[in-house]
């Protein structure tokens, strides 16, 4: 088998691009617009819009649409579109919500690309006619396969080609920053603050009802848009949760993606009726969703920036242990308050550099950190100081603070401080408080790169951006599998188990069915029976061994509790009895309208160091399901100690959870009690991940307590809710984010005995894909990529290996040799926009060609490409690619010449 280059050849400049042109350049990089409702009425929003165009200088025609008219100004005004003649990419439409149908269709048969939909009076108004217009709105649209961007937006800018298609007053600088945002007023109140602090950008995005482009397309483009180094998000709601994670991952992968979102404290966003429920808000699923995403978030406009300004820098951090030095000691008080508020770390100094501060400090410096050189510091304490700090290996980043005292000199001082930074490159922040002594200072700052805030808390504020950004970004590189252990969980026997509760009606399963599911994924259990009299009340204790713990069971309860339902340390045959009466004449009196089922009998706990823990589930409407950990026990409300985490979990996830609560110092040794088992814990949430990835019903499932030791953790109490909706066919679609595809690994043996792995690609793959590609040949990487190319840059390697698998494949064959894993083949699909078609490309190395691994591989391709439920595969192969399209003929494809270039045939199958 030989190379191809593969894209989708259907529509041009519409592909999401394995290689080639985005399907939304004809949006950012329009060569011709039509302007729809342009006209003389100076408050007229298409005047506006029309005039905006014209004044910002766009290079290519501006047409102006209204038969109202014959001219505007000095340009002919057109009736309708098929009055131009020449191409237009771009329709910006401002006209009443009524004629924007017919009008997209005409813009679709003239060849339209896109349309920017600023007109309101659609489904954003709740009104059936508002809705019925955007349906049709829409429906010609993907007609003729154009992207609209709105209805009810402003519009959108690109300084650096002079387009600004929106009807505000302000417009915007180039520079490095591209803002996405849901809001129209929030993009002119940023518009507006940026001109005063001279913040560039190099696009404003008003996604306004974004009922065809969402943030996940708009993300997707910029990723890979060279004109952006870091990205700003201004979130109000998320409509798509996967389109919005699969872009943000893609985006965060290749750039520093800032996020600020309204909405933190909405009330009412639960209806669950667990702990977990009560314990997990909206706002907490949102953050963990970022941390996934590896991007940063911000609190306030003026965090934004501040983050985006040192994200964008070359500054990163490899930890999170700040070392403080200053000239005050109050203020190195406030950093250090602020930096114990965020959880940076306050460095401990080695041995070394304190005794290397102690030959070049005064006395009376802090002999610590905070690193207090005294208010009489001149610029060379600066300097020794900055650079010991910069040379400790348990500092990640060092913050400088000067206050103006009579003996300081702010701008020698800053010198100093640049000299030591140039000798390293982990961050360094500075501090220069005041205004008029020290503006010098910060005009050599900024000079030179080096961030530069005006208060402590902003300072510390900015580098645990930085810190978070590192911290996410290994969050985000995380790809763990659905089902990751040895041990094989019983997903049939679950799945029957879910299916008998709901046959039956019910939606809340028994406290037998759900200890019973847990044990069909390895989860640990007590040994618990249920009794519906007291004499089975006594067999059961006697079964699984006294003492025993008594429960009522009643799918009524949700929390036994609160009605007094549970009994502990129930030791003889006698008191089983009478306890089960008891129970049942509790339940009767406190909730005589709920039914009384049974009575569980579980065997005590008995370990004397347990912890009590929950590990939950919820289902959050935006995002899926959701896992919670945290303490455990009946007073959970009250402490409130509980972190969540989107799965699917590996170990590094998992531990990541544990870590961000407060019980976690409990779960070490503490005075005489022996830590637990944290491999145990560690495990259940990993098993609670697989659990939830592979059973798409449950809705709510909640641990609590996971009793946990030295000898491990097992399920004390369990509670499971399952839905009655019929789930998608399509598998993991219930999650936010798709877990690596280990179902697609395949092993397959050449004639010659050597075994070849077939598996979905890995972040880590990262140095074989670059090995492989450096070595094809000349004419493989041609045939491969179209052009000459001797290695991936980092950008393509990024893009080629950390994918999501929601939205493209990478399958690689390896060999392994010595213990290591050796790249010999990869073929990639990503969907195209209509969601049902995709574009494929196929590579083979030179030295393993002719050996049936292209056919091998494409075919695997085929088959998770119609798993995924798309039905065509199509690509572009260059015609003197005899050997590809030879291969494409034998797997069934169709070959026709490319109407735009005769030398590239394309080819296409129905899958």
Same mark, same amino acid.
């Given at each position: 088998m030989t190379h191809a280059y593969a894209s989708t050849g259907v529509r041009p400049n519409t592909k999401i691009g394995i290689m080639g042109p985005h399907y939304?350049?004809?949006?950012?990089?329009?060569?011709?617009?039509?302007?729809?409702?342009?006209?003389?009425?100076?408050?007229?929003?298409?005047?506006?819009?029309?005039?905006?165009?014209?004044?910002?200088?766009?290079?290519?025609?501006?047409?102006?649409?209204?038969?109202?008219?014959?001219?505007?100004?000095?340009?002919?005004?057109?009736?309708?579109?098929?009055?131009?003649?020449?191409?237009?990419?771009?329709?910006?439409?401002?006209?009443?919500? +009524?004629?924007?149908?017919? *009008?997209?269709?005409?813009?679709?048969? &003239?060849? %339209? =690309?896109?349309?920017? !939909? @600023? #007109?309101? /009076?659609?489904?954003?108004?709740?009104?059936?006619?508002?809705?019925?217009?955007?349906?049709?709105?829409?429906?010609?649209?993907?007609?003729?396969?154009?992207?609209?961007?709105?209805?009810?937006?402003?519009?959108?800018?690109?300084?650096?080609?002079?387009?600004?298609?929106?009807?505000?007053?302000?417009?915007?600088?180039?520079?490095?920053?591209?803002?996405?945002?849901?809001?129209? +007023?929030?993009?002119?109140? *940023?518009?507006?603050?940026?001109?005063? &602090?001279? %913040? =560039?950008?190099?696009? !404003? @995005? #008003?996604? /306004?009802?974004?009922?065809?482009?969402?943030?996940?397309?708009?993300?997707?483009?910029?990723?890979?848009?060279?004109?952006?180094?870091?990205?700003?998000?201004?979130?109000?709601?998320?409509?798509?949760?996967?389109?919005?994670?699969?872009?943000?991952?893609?985006?965060?992968?290749?750039?520093?993606?800032?996020?600020?979102?309204?909405?933190?404290?909405?009330?009412?966003?639960?209806? +669950?009726?667990?702990?977990?429920?009560?314990?997990?808000?909206?706002?907490?699923?949102?953050?963990?969703?970022?941390?996934?995403?590896g991007v940063v978030r911000a609190m306030t406009i003026e965090q934004l920036f501040a983050a985006a300004q040192l994200l964008s820098t070359h500054h990163r951090v490899r930890g999170n242990r700040l070392a403080i030095i200053t000239n005050g000691g109050g203020a190195g008080v406030m950093a250090t308050d602020r930096a114990v508020d965020l959880g940076v770390a306050i460095a401990q100094l080695s041995e070394s550099t304190v005794a290397r501060l102690n030959e070049a400090m005064p006395p009376h410096w802090s002999h610590s950190n905070p690193v207090d050189i005294l208010g009489d510091a001149p610029a060379e304490r600066y300097g020794v100081a900055v650079q010991a700090c910069l040379e400790d290996s348990a500092v990640d980043g060092v913050l400088v603070m000067l206050a103006p005292q009579a003996m300081t000199e702010p701008v020698d001082a800053a010198q100093a401080v640049l000299t030591a930074a140039d000798k390293t490159d982990k961050p360094v922040l500075a501090c220069w408080m005041g205004e008029q002594q020290v503006e010098p200072a910060w005009a050599l700052f900024a000079q030179h790169k080096i961030p530069t805030f005006s208060s402590p808390e902003a300072s510390v504020e900015a580098f645990a951006y930085l810190a978070t950004h590192h911290h996410n970004q290994q969050l985000l590189m995380q790809v763990p599998a659905p089902l990751a252990h040895s041990s094989e969980p019983d997903i049939?026997?679950?799945?029957?188990?879910?299916?008998?509760?709901?046959?039956?009606?019910?939606?809340?399963?028994?406290?037998?069915?759900?200890?019973?599911?847990?044990?069909?994924?390895?989860?640990?259990?007590?040994?618990?029976?249920?009794?519906?009299?007291?004499?089975?009340?006594?067999?059961?204790?006697?079964?699984?061994?006294?003492?025993?713990?008594?429960?009522?069971?009643?799918?009524?309860?949700?929390?036994?509790?609160?009605?007094?339902?549970?009994?502990?340390?129930?030791?003889?045959?006698?008191?089983?009895?009478t306890t089960y009466n008891d129970l049942v004449a509790t339940l009767r009196q406190q909730r005589p309208d709920a039914k009384a089922d049974a009575v569980t009998v579980e065997r005590m706990y008995s370990g004397a160091h347990g912890r009590e823990l929950l590990v939950g589930v919820l289902r959050d409407p935006v995002f899926g399901p959701v896992i919670s950990f945290g303490a455990g026990g009946t007073t959970v409300e009250i402490h409130h100690d509980r972190a969540v985490a989107l799965p699917p979990l590996n170990n590094y996830i998992a531990r990541n959870l544990i870590a961000r609560t407060r019980v976690s110092r409990l779960l070490e040794d503490f005075r005489n009690m022996p830590g637990v088992k944290l491999d145990a814990v560690v495990n259940v949430l990993r098993r609670v991940s697989e659990l939830v990835c592979e059973l798409p019903r449950i809705k709510e499932l909640e641990i609590n307590p996971l009793m946990a030791d030295e000898r491990g953790a097992v399920a004390l109490d369990v509670r499971v809710v399952v839905d009655r909706a019929q789930p998608s066919l399509e598998r993991y679609q219930h999650m936010a984010i798709h877990p690596y595809p280990a179902h697609l690994v395949s092993r397959w043996q050449l004639p010659d005995g050597t075994d070849i792995t077939i598996r979905p690609i890995r972040p880590e793959?990262?140095?074989?894909?670059?090995?492989?590609?450096?070595?094809?040949?000349?004419?493989?990487?041609?045939?491969?990529?179209m052009?000459?190319?001797?290695?991936?840059?980092?950008?393509?390697?990024?893009?080629?290996?950390?994918?999501?698998?929601?939205?493209?494949?990478?399958?690689?064959?390896?060999?392994?040799?010595?213990?290591?894993?050796i790249e010999v083949g990869v073929t990639r699909y990503a969907i195209n926009p209509d969601h049902e078609s995709c574009e494929f490309a196929l590579v083979v190395s030179d030295a393993w060609q002719q050996r049936g691994i292209g056919s091998r591989l494409l075919t695997c391709l085929m088959e998770a490409a119609r798993t995924r439920g798309l039905r065509i595969m199509e690509g572009e192969v260059l015609a003197d690619n005899r050997h590809m399209l030879d291969l494409a003929r034998s797997l069934g494809f169709a070959t026709s010449t490319s109407p735009q270039d005769p030398s590239i045939k394309v080819v296409s199958k129905a899958l």
């Open positions: 939304l350049n004809r949006l950012f990089a329009p060569r011709a617009i039509a302007v729809f409702g342009a006209g003389h009425r100076p408050d007229s929003v298409g005047t506006k819009v029309y005039e905006n165009v014209l004044r910002e200088g766009f290079q290519g025609p501006v047409y102006p649409i209204n038969p109202k008219y014959d001219r505007i100004g000095k340009q002919r005004c057109y009736a309708a579109i098929d009055q131009i003649s020449g191409p237009v990419d771009l329709a910006v439409i401002a006209t009443p919500a +009524a004629t924007v149908a017919d *009008i997209i269709r005409q813009c679709g048969e &003239h060849g %339209v =690309g896109a349309a920017i !939909v @600023v #007109s309101a /009076g659609f489904a954003e108004t709740g009104a059936r006619q508002g809705e019925q217009l955007q349906r049709a709105m829409l429906s010609e649209a993907r007609r003729y396969g154009m992207r609209i961007l709105g209805p009810n937006c402003l519009g959108l800018l690109r300084p650096d080609s002079h387009l600004n298609a929106t009807f505000s007053k302000n417009t915007a600088t180039p520079g490095s920053l591209a803002l996405v945002s849901q809001s129209g +007023a929030l993009c002119t109140a *940023i518009l507006d603050w940026a001109v005063v &602090h001279q %913040v =560039g950008f190099s696009a !404003v @995005v #008003s996604l /306004g009802s974004a009922a065809d482009l969402d943030f996940g397309d708009v993300l997707d483009y910029l990723a890979l848009d060279p004109h952006t180094r870091s990205i700003l998000l201004y979130v109000e709601g998320i409509r798509d949760a996967r389109s919005f994670m699969s872009g943000l991952r893609v985006a965060a992968r290749m750039k520093p993606v800032i996020v600020v979102k309204s909405g933190r404290h909405a009330e009412g966003t639960r209806a +669950a009726v667990s702990h977990t429920g009560a314990l997990v808000g909206a706002d907490d699923v949102f953050d963990a969703a970022l941390r996934r995403a049939d026997g679950a799945q029957m188990i879910i299916d008998g509760a709901l046959a039956e009606g019910r939606s809340l399963l028994s406290s037998a069915e759900a200890r019973a599911l847990l044990a069909t994924f390895g989860i640990g259990v007590m040994p618990a029976m249920e009794a519906r009299s007291a004499n089975e009340a006594l067999v059961a204790a006697e079964s699984v061994g006294l003492p025993v713990a008594m429960k009522i069971s009643s799918p009524d309860i949700a929390h036994k509790s609160d009605v007094n339902g549970v009994r502990l340390n129930v030791s003889n045959a006698l008191a089983v009895r793959d990262a140095e074989i894909e670059r090995t492989f590609v450096r070595e094809l040949s000349p004419r493989a990487k041609y045939f491969r990529f052009q000459a190319l001797h290695e991936l840059s980092p950008e393509m390697l990024v893009r080629f290996t950390q994918i999501d698998y929601d939205r493209e494949m990478a399958l690689i064959a390896v060999i392994r040799e010595t213990d290591r894993d």
